[in-house]
């Protein structure tokens, strides 16, 4: 009896633990979703009655620098970093997971080893690469470098490794080839774990600042991050439009999530991250 009155209060402090949680997890972006409804006077004397809210703030987001375009950059470099790295990731991680050839081990051990080099150290190389080919300032140089991921690689074999090798037998002795195999079988079996990581990558990508603030210079090419340190002053910051731009920003990333949410759960679980 005991036992069966501790289990109710047992849940009960793990669903209030949780809650807590959550809260404090969900603050910041209704702080950020408060300070982008208010002036930038009313949020400087801490005034944030529902009588100062005003979309004002969203509107001259887009009125001071070109934030549609911002938004049109990040969502083409995004878009297209995703599909195109996505698509050879998968391709190295099925050559690493369910093909049989010599040194195939030692070889992604040393490609697995490139994940300690930190990327400020690549940074100037890569620049300078960048530069030499002429594609400075352009969608070339945004998308590009980022296509080829060590990380989607492993996470893409560690989840082929743990589907059963008998799939490829059967498909060789009916005539299928390895391309066959890739397409016919094992992407069809993998859509949990393509939309998990197809959310790592987009997220990233879309998110990145560094890269983008790096390659770029002109208005025409700068993508959601770098434009809105447009609102960071040296002196001052433009906190409501800074935070209104954040809401913006967020959007894409926040519905892909919630559209895609029961995928990206099954992705993380099936993946595993320990292999066979």
Same mark, same amino acid.
């Given at each position: ?54 979309? +004002? ?16 950059? !990040? ?41 300690? #080099? $930190?990327? $400020? =150290? ?12 002429? %594609?400075? +300032? !352009?969608?070339? *140089? ?5 296509? @080829? ?18 799939? +490829?037998? *059967? ?9 066959? #195999? ?5 992407? $069809? ?5 393509? *939309?998990?990581?197809?959310?790592? =990558? @987009?997220?990233? =990508? %879309?998110?990145? @600042?560094? %890269?983008?603030?790096? =390659? ?41 999530? #919630?559209?895609?949410?029961?995928? @990206? ?12």
């Amino acid at each position: 009896m005991v036992a069966t009155r501790s289990r109710p209060l047992g849940r009960l402090a793990l669903h209030a633990i949780l809650i807590g949680f959550s809260v404090l997890m969900v603050a910041p972006f209704f702080a950020m979703l408060l300070v982008s409804l208010v002036p930038q006077q009313a949020f400087l004397a801490r005034q944030f009655g529902l009588d100062q809210w005003t979309l +004002d703030n969203y509107r001259e987001t887009f009125r001071i620098v070109p934030f549609g375009r911002y938004y049109l950059n !990040s969502a083409i470099v995004s878009v297209t970093v995703t599909l195109v790295q996505i698509l050879i990731s998968s391709l190295a991680a099925f050559a690493f997971a369910r093909l049989r050839f010599r040194g195939r081990d030692a070889i992604f051990v040393l490609y697995l080893a490139t994940l300690m #080099i $930190p990327f $400020p =150290v690549t940074l100037i190389p890569n620049f300078l690469i960048v530069k030499n080919l002429g %594609w400075y +300032d !352009s969608y070339r *140089a945004l998308i590009v470098p980022a296509l @080829f991921s060590v990380f989607s690689t492993f996470l893409l074999r560690q989840y082929y490794r743990t589907l059963p090798m008998e799939l +490829d037998e *059967a498909a060789r002795m009916d005539g299928a080839n390895s391309w066959r #195999i890739w397409a016919q079988i094992i992407l $069809p079996l993998s859509g949990p774990v393509l *939309a998990a990581l197809a959310i790592f =990558v @987009f997220q990233g =990508v %879309w998110n990145d @600042f560094l %890269w983008p603030l790096v =390659v770029t210079t002109s208005e025409n090419m700068r993508t959601i991050p770098v434009g809105l340190a447009a609102f960071v002053g040296q002196y001052s910051t433009a906190w409501g439009l800074l935070m209104a731009g954040a809401i913006i920003a967020l959007l894409p990333v926040l519905l892909i999530y #919630i559209l895609a949410q029961k995928w @990206f759960v099954q992705g993380i679980t099936l993946s595993g991250m320990g292999g066979r």
